[in-house]
Protein backbone atom coordinates (compact mmCIF):
# COMPACT_ATOMS: atom_id res chain seq x y z
CA UNK A 1 0.00 0.00 0.00
CA UNK A 2 2.64 2.26 -0.59
CA UNK A 3 3.85 4.24 -3.71
CA UNK A 4 6.95 6.11 -4.59
CA UNK A 5 9.80 6.42 -1.84
CA UNK A 6 11.11 9.72 -0.92
CA UNK A 7 14.26 9.87 1.26
CA UNK A 8 14.90 7.13 3.73
CA UNK A 9 13.44 8.29 6.89
CA UNK A 10 16.56 8.55 10.15
CA UNK A 11 14.05 8.08 12.99
CA UNK A 12 10.30 6.44 14.01
CA UNK A 13 11.29 4.00 11.40
CA UNK A 14 7.93 1.98 12.63
CA UNK A 15 6.04 4.52 11.16
CA UNK A 16 4.18 4.15 7.83
CA UNK A 17 5.50 5.79 4.48
CA UNK A 18 5.08 9.52 3.89
CA UNK A 19 3.60 9.72 7.84
CA UNK A 20 5.38 12.10 10.15
CA UNK A 21 5.87 12.94 13.79
CA UNK A 22 5.92 16.92 14.21
CA UNK A 23 5.49 18.87 17.63
CA UNK A 24 3.53 16.08 19.22
CA UNK A 25 1.34 14.88 16.56
CA UNK A 26 1.03 13.05 13.27
CA UNK A 27 1.21 14.31 9.92
CA UNK A 28 1.23 13.19 6.55
CA UNK A 29 2.94 14.47 3.71
CA UNK A 30 1.94 14.73 0.22
CA UNK A 31 4.49 13.32 -2.49
CA UNK A 32 3.41 16.37 -5.08
CA UNK A 33 5.42 19.50 -5.02
CA UNK A 34 4.71 21.53 -3.36
CA UNK A 35 4.29 19.26 -0.07
CA UNK A 36 1.80 19.30 2.02
CA UNK A 37 1.83 18.68 5.82
CA UNK A 38 -1.80 17.17 6.75
CA UNK A 39 -2.65 16.77 10.63
CA UNK A 40 -4.00 13.12 11.38
CA UNK A 41 -3.78 13.07 14.78
CA UNK A 42 -1.65 13.48 18.02
CA UNK A 43 -3.42 9.66 18.88
CA UNK A 44 -1.10 7.11 16.69
CA UNK A 45 -3.62 4.52 16.28
CA UNK A 46 -6.18 7.33 14.98
CA UNK A 47 -3.58 8.50 13.21
CA UNK A 48 -2.79 5.42 11.11
CA UNK A 49 -6.69 5.21 9.85
CA UNK A 50 -6.61 8.77 8.85
CA UNK A 51 -3.53 7.75 6.86
CA UNK A 52 -4.81 4.93 5.35
CA UNK A 53 -8.21 7.12 4.14
CA UNK A 54 -5.63 9.36 2.31
CA UNK A 55 -3.50 6.40 1.22
CA UNK A 56 -6.37 4.94 -0.38
CA UNK A 57 -8.57 8.25 -2.03
CA UNK A 58 -9.48 9.11 1.26
CA UNK A 59 -11.96 6.40 2.04
CA UNK A 60 -11.03 3.99 4.02
CA UNK A 61 -14.36 1.58 4.44
CA UNK A 62 -15.62 -0.18 6.94
CA UNK A 63 -13.43 -3.50 6.83
CA UNK A 64 -9.27 -1.60 6.78
CA UNK A 65 -7.86 -3.20 9.54
CA UNK A 66 -7.01 0.51 11.86
CA UNK A 67 -10.58 1.01 11.10
CA UNK A 68 -12.06 -1.67 12.54
CA UNK A 69 -9.90 -2.43 15.42
CA UNK A 70 -10.42 1.18 16.81
CA UNK A 71 -14.17 0.04 16.60
CA UNK A 72 -13.08 -3.14 18.69
CA UNK A 73 -11.15 -1.15 20.89
CA UNK A 74 -14.94 0.57 22.31
CA UNK A 75 -16.60 -2.80 22.26
CA UNK A 76 -17.53 -4.44 25.49
CA UNK A 77 -15.12 -7.51 24.66
CA UNK A 78 -12.24 -4.70 25.46
CA UNK A 79 -13.74 -2.64 27.42
CA UNK A 80 -14.05 -5.46 30.16
CA UNK A 81 -10.59 -6.23 30.23
CA UNK A 82 -8.66 -5.93 33.25
CA UNK A 83 -6.47 -2.82 33.37
CA UNK A 84 -3.42 -5.15 33.61
CA UNK A 85 -4.68 -7.33 30.37
CA UNK A 86 -5.22 -3.57 28.77
CA UNK A 87 -1.51 -2.50 29.70
CA UNK A 88 -0.12 -5.90 27.89
CA UNK A 89 -1.93 -5.15 24.54
CA UNK A 90 -1.28 -2.13 24.22
CA UNK A 91 2.40 -2.67 22.41
CA UNK A 92 0.18 -5.01 20.06
CA UNK A 93 -2.21 -3.18 19.49
CA UNK A 94 0.28 -0.37 18.51
CA UNK A 95 2.14 -2.88 16.49
CA UNK A 96 -1.09 -4.26 14.46
CA UNK A 97 -1.70 -1.86 12.54
CA UNK A 98 1.56 -1.01 10.98
CA UNK A 99 1.78 -4.90 9.89
CA UNK A 100 -1.81 -4.64 8.58
CA UNK A 101 -2.74 -1.46 7.66
CA UNK A 102 -4.84 -3.00 4.46
CA UNK A 103 -8.69 -4.63 4.13
CA UNK A 104 -9.27 -7.36 6.27
CA UNK A 105 -10.30 -9.59 3.31
CA UNK A 106 -6.64 -9.45 2.28
CA UNK A 107 -5.18 -10.89 5.33
CA UNK A 108 -4.68 -14.52 4.64
CA UNK A 109 -3.74 -17.49 7.15
CA UNK A 110 -0.17 -16.88 5.72
CA UNK A 111 -0.35 -13.56 6.82
CA UNK A 112 -0.70 -13.65 10.24
CA UNK A 113 2.14 -17.07 10.19
CA UNK A 114 4.57 -14.70 8.81
CA UNK A 115 3.79 -11.89 11.62
CA UNK A 116 4.03 -14.63 14.19
CA UNK A 117 7.14 -16.26 12.98
CA UNK A 118 8.67 -12.84 12.43
CA UNK A 119 8.27 -10.93 15.68
CA UNK A 120 11.33 -11.53 18.69
CA UNK A 121 9.21 -12.60 21.44
CA UNK A 122 6.29 -15.86 20.92
CA UNK A 123 4.89 -14.64 23.82
CA UNK A 124 4.19 -11.18 22.36
CA UNK A 125 3.67 -13.03 19.07
CA UNK A 126 0.55 -14.72 20.54
CA UNK A 127 -0.79 -11.87 22.06
CA UNK A 128 -1.18 -10.49 18.72
CA UNK A 129 -2.99 -13.51 16.92
CA UNK A 130 -5.42 -13.47 19.85
CA UNK A 131 -6.38 -9.61 18.94
CA UNK A 132 -6.04 -9.64 15.31
CA UNK A 133 -8.70 -13.18 16.22
CA UNK A 134 -10.80 -11.08 18.10
CA UNK A 135 -11.07 -7.84 15.66
CA UNK A 136 -11.61 -10.66 12.77
CA UNK A 137 -14.96 -12.43 15.00
CA UNK A 138 -15.71 -8.48 15.99
CA UNK A 139 -16.01 -7.52 12.12
CA UNK A 140 -17.39 -10.75 10.94
CA UNK A 141 -20.77 -10.52 13.24
CA UNK A 142 -21.56 -7.27 12.96
CA UNK A 143 -21.12 -7.88 8.80
CA UNK A 144 -17.99 -5.76 8.24
CA UNK A 145 -16.36 -8.63 6.24
CA UNK A 146 -17.52 -11.86 4.41
CA UNK A 147 -14.64 -14.03 5.14
CA UNK A 148 -13.39 -16.83 7.54
CA UNK A 149 -11.35 -15.52 10.47
CA UNK A 150 -7.53 -16.04 9.19
CA UNK A 151 -6.27 -16.63 12.87
CA UNK A 152 -8.30 -19.64 13.73
CA UNK A 153 -6.01 -22.02 11.27
CA UNK A 154 -2.86 -20.59 13.15
CA UNK A 155 -1.64 -21.86 15.60
CA UNK A 156 -0.17 -20.27 18.62
CA UNK A 157 3.39 -20.99 19.68
CA UNK A 158 4.23 -23.43 22.28
CA UNK A 159 5.80 -21.94 25.23
CA UNK A 160 7.77 -23.72 28.15
CA UNK A 161 6.11 -23.13 31.50
CA UNK A 162 9.09 -22.03 33.90
CA UNK A 163 10.32 -24.82 35.97
CA UNK A 164 11.93 -22.03 38.21
CA UNK A 165 11.89 -23.15 42.14
CA UNK A 166 13.19 -20.29 43.98
CA UNK A 167 14.91 -22.00 46.99
CA UNK A 168 14.99 -21.24 50.59
CA UNK A 169 18.82 -19.72 51.08
CA UNK A 170 18.14 -18.04 47.83
CA UNK A 171 14.89 -16.24 49.08
CA UNK A 172 16.72 -15.45 51.89
CA UNK A 173 19.83 -14.07 50.44
CA UNK A 174 17.48 -11.51 48.65
CA UNK A 175 15.59 -10.61 51.64
CA UNK A 176 18.39 -9.35 53.37
CA UNK A 177 19.67 -7.14 50.11
CA UNK A 178 15.83 -5.50 50.04
CA UNK A 179 14.46 -2.63 51.45
CA UNK A 180 11.58 -2.73 53.98
CA UNK A 181 9.23 -2.49 51.27
CA UNK A 182 10.50 -5.38 49.16
CA UNK A 183 10.73 -7.65 52.29
CA UNK A 184 7.54 -6.95 53.47
CA UNK A 185 6.24 -7.50 49.56
CA UNK A 186 8.11 -11.17 49.39
CA UNK A 187 6.66 -12.29 52.93
CA UNK A 188 3.03 -11.50 52.20
CA UNK A 189 3.65 -13.24 48.65
CA UNK A 190 5.38 -16.33 50.47
CA UNK A 191 2.29 -16.36 53.02
CA UNK A 192 -0.59 -15.79 50.73
CA UNK A 193 0.77 -16.59 47.21
CA UNK A 194 -0.33 -13.69 45.78
CA UNK A 195 0.68 -11.94 42.44
CA UNK A 196 2.93 -9.00 42.79
CA UNK A 197 0.28 -6.83 41.21
CA UNK A 198 -2.40 -8.09 43.87
CA UNK A 199 0.29 -7.44 46.75
CA UNK A 200 1.05 -3.52 45.86
CA UNK A 201 -2.70 -3.11 45.98
CA UNK A 202 -3.65 -4.07 49.36
CA UNK A 203 -5.06 -0.89 51.02
CA UNK A 204 -4.90 -0.37 54.97
CA UNK A 205 -9.18 -1.16 54.41
CA UNK A 206 -8.23 -4.54 53.40
CA UNK A 207 -7.05 -5.30 57.00
CA UNK A 208 -9.98 -7.03 58.33
CA UNK A 209 -11.46 -8.56 61.62
CA UNK A 210 -11.03 -11.61 60.57
CA UNK A 211 -8.52 -11.75 57.98
CA UNK A 212 -6.20 -10.00 54.86
CA UNK A 213 -8.56 -9.43 52.29
CA UNK A 214 -7.15 -9.76 48.68
CA UNK A 215 -9.10 -9.57 45.68
CA UNK A 216 -7.12 -10.96 42.41
CA UNK A 217 -6.92 -8.16 39.74
CA UNK A 218 -6.42 -11.10 37.06
CA UNK A 219 -9.26 -13.76 38.01
CA UNK A 220 -11.49 -11.44 40.34
CA UNK A 221 -11.16 -14.58 42.76
CA UNK A 222 -12.48 -13.00 46.41
CA UNK A 223 -9.77 -14.24 49.23
CA UNK A 224 -9.50 -14.10 52.94
CA UNK A 225 -6.64 -14.92 54.68
CA UNK A 226 -7.14 -15.62 58.12
CA UNK A 227 -4.78 -14.42 60.71
CA UNK A 228 -2.03 -16.15 61.75
CA UNK A 229 0.92 -15.03 63.92
CA UNK A 230 3.16 -14.93 60.86
CA UNK A 231 0.77 -13.00 58.96
CA UNK A 232 0.39 -10.07 62.28
CA UNK A 233 4.10 -10.20 62.33
CA UNK A 234 4.57 -9.40 58.41
CA UNK A 235 1.35 -6.48 58.70
CA UNK A 236 3.02 -5.01 61.84
CA UNK A 237 6.45 -4.53 59.76
CA UNK A 238 4.44 -2.88 57.32
CA UNK A 239 3.24 -0.36 59.63
CA UNK A 240 7.02 0.25 60.85
CA UNK A 241 7.81 1.14 57.60
CA UNK A 242 9.07 5.14 57.82
CA UNK A 243 7.16 7.38 55.93
CA UNK A 244 7.34 11.13 56.22
CA UNK A 245 3.21 11.62 54.98
CA UNK A 246 0.28 10.67 57.18
CA UNK A 247 -3.24 8.97 56.05
CA UNK A 248 -1.71 6.45 54.14
CA UNK A 249 -4.07 4.64 51.71
CA UNK A 250 -2.18 1.72 51.04
CA UNK A 251 -0.34 -0.95 53.09
CA UNK A 252 2.81 -0.28 50.85
CA UNK A 253 4.03 2.65 49.05
CA UNK A 254 6.46 5.03 48.11
CA UNK A 255 7.89 7.77 50.58
CA UNK A 256 5.50 10.44 49.04
CA UNK A 257 2.78 8.17 49.93
CA UNK A 258 1.78 6.79 46.29
CA UNK A 259 1.13 3.04 45.47
CA UNK A 260 3.91 1.77 44.06
CA UNK A 261 3.34 1.04 40.28
CA UNK A 262 4.66 -2.58 39.01
CA UNK A 263 7.46 -1.18 37.20
CA UNK A 264 8.82 0.91 39.98
CA UNK A 265 8.71 -1.48 42.55
CA UNK A 266 10.20 -4.28 40.01
CA UNK A 267 13.58 -2.00 39.49
CA UNK A 268 13.95 -1.85 43.53
CA UNK A 269 13.52 -5.63 43.46
CA UNK A 270 15.54 -6.30 40.56
CA UNK A 271 18.36 -3.89 42.70
CA UNK A 272 17.90 -6.45 45.60
CA UNK A 273 18.37 -9.76 43.21
CA UNK A 274 21.58 -8.28 41.80
CA UNK A 275 22.92 -7.51 45.12
CA UNK A 276 21.90 -11.06 46.21
CA UNK A 277 23.99 -12.85 43.11
CA UNK A 278 20.85 -14.42 42.91
CA UNK A 279 20.28 -15.65 38.73
CA UNK A 280 17.18 -16.03 36.60
CA UNK A 281 14.72 -15.44 39.09
CA UNK A 282 11.63 -13.35 38.95
CA UNK A 283 9.41 -12.55 41.94
CA UNK A 284 6.33 -14.82 40.24
CA UNK A 285 8.53 -17.20 41.77
CA UNK A 286 7.39 -16.59 45.13
CA UNK A 287 4.47 -17.58 44.33
CA UNK A 288 5.53 -21.17 42.68
CA UNK A 289 6.72 -21.40 46.12
CA UNK A 290 4.37 -20.74 48.37
CA UNK A 291 1.85 -23.06 46.53
CA UNK A 292 4.40 -26.21 46.37
CA UNK A 293 5.12 -25.53 50.60
CA UNK A 294 1.33 -25.54 50.76
CA UNK A 295 1.12 -28.82 49.06
CA UNK A 296 3.55 -30.67 51.51
CA UNK A 297 1.96 -29.15 54.83
CA UNK A 298 -1.59 -30.60 53.31
CA UNK A 299 -3.45 -27.03 52.73
CA UNK A 300 -5.48 -26.31 50.02
CA UNK A 301 -3.29 -24.52 47.69
CA UNK A 302 -6.00 -25.00 44.96
CA UNK A 303 -7.68 -22.00 47.58
CA UNK A 304 -4.48 -20.37 48.26
CA UNK A 305 -3.76 -19.85 43.84
CA UNK A 306 -7.26 -19.01 43.04
CA UNK A 307 -7.31 -21.32 39.98
CA UNK A 308 -10.18 -22.68 38.51
CA UNK A 309 -9.73 -26.00 39.01
CA UNK A 310 -7.47 -28.34 41.12
CA UNK A 311 -6.06 -29.48 37.61
CA UNK A 312 -5.00 -26.40 36.55
CA UNK A 313 -3.49 -25.87 40.28
CA UNK A 314 -1.58 -29.28 39.80
CA UNK A 315 -0.14 -28.32 36.42
CA UNK A 316 1.32 -25.22 38.09
CA UNK A 317 2.75 -26.89 41.49
CA UNK A 318 4.30 -29.91 39.06
CA UNK A 319 6.47 -27.48 37.33
CA UNK A 320 8.49 -26.80 40.03
CA UNK A 321 8.05 -29.67 42.29
CA UNK A 322 10.63 -31.80 42.70
CA UNK A 323 10.25 -35.13 43.24
CA UNK A 324 12.36 -37.24 45.97
CA UNK A 325 12.82 -41.05 44.65
CA UNK A 326 15.07 -43.69 46.79
CA UNK A 327 17.72 -45.23 45.17
CA UNK A 328 17.20 -48.82 44.21
CA UNK A 329 18.27 -51.49 46.56
CA UNK A 330 20.81 -53.71 45.82
CA UNK A 331 20.88 -57.42 47.29
CA UNK A 332 24.99 -57.41 47.07
CA UNK A 333 27.56 -55.25 48.95
CA UNK A 334 29.24 -52.50 46.40
Same mark, same amino acid.
Request: some cysteine; overall charge positive.
Given at each position: ??????????????????????? @????????????????????? &???? %??????????????????????? /????????????????????????????? !?????????? =??????? @??????????????????????????? %??????????????? $???????????????? #????????????? *??? &?????? !??????????? !?????? $?? =???????????????????????????????? &?????????? *?????????? /??????????????? =?? %?????? &? $?????????????? =???????????? *?? #??????????????
Amino acid at each position: MSGSMGRRRQSNLDLPPRMHLKS @GAFYYVTTTLPRKWIRLDADL &TKAR %IKWAQLENGGSIGGSFFPAVLVQ /WLSSEQYTKLAPLTKRTYQTLIDLLPTVF !DGPMEMIKPV =HVARFMD @GHSSKSQANIGRVILSNVFDYAIRRGL %IDCVNPCKSIKKHVI $EGRTRHLKDDEFLLIR #EKANHSVRVAMDL *AYL &TGARIT !DVLKIKFSDLQ !DDGLYI $EQ =HKTGKRQLFEWSKYLREVIARAKKIPRPVKNL &THLLCTRTGK *AYCYSSFYQV /WEIAVRNAKVEDVHF =HD %IRGNAA &T $EAKKQGQDYQAILG =HASRAMSEKYIK *AR #EIEKIQTVKRSTKL
